[in-house]
């Protein structure tokens, strides 16, 4: 299965940009399509994106499309989400995982969009 780890999330301005990773330590991570999905303070889970086995075929929800961007190499085990004109309402804890629901998620990485 997948062991995946986020990393890259910080403090950020609004309309200012970040790049999360997520590392899978596991051999399968080719066999999944992946998604992100995130939480922000007192809500539940939400999905963001989501991306084929190969890499191909990219889905996003309304509230980020056109700023945010997902992609993945497989040769490093690596997802990716770029997150350009990000707003406070983007605050939340950012997961990659094996489907919309969460599933398979790692230990999260924060992001704070604020003044």
């Known amino acids: 299965g997948v062991h995946m780890v986020e990393s890259g999330g910080g403090l950020v301005q609004p309309g200012g940009s970040l790049r999360l990773s997520c590392v899978d330590s596991g051999n399968t991570f080719a066999n999944y399509w992946i998604d992100w999905v995130r939480q922000a303070p007192g809500k539940g889970l939400e999905w963001v994106a989501r991306i084929s086995k190969d890499g191909e075929r990219t889905y996003y929800a309304y509230s980020v499309k056109g700023r945010f961007t997902i992609s993945r190499d497989n040769a490093k085990n690596t997802l990716y989400l770029q997150m350009n004109s990000l707003q406070t309402e983007d605050t939340a804890v950012y997961y990659c995982?094996?489907?919309?629901?969460?599933?398979?998620r790692g230990q999260g990485t924060q992001v704070t969009v604020s003044q």
């Open positions: 995982a094996t489907d919309m629901l969460g599933t398979g």
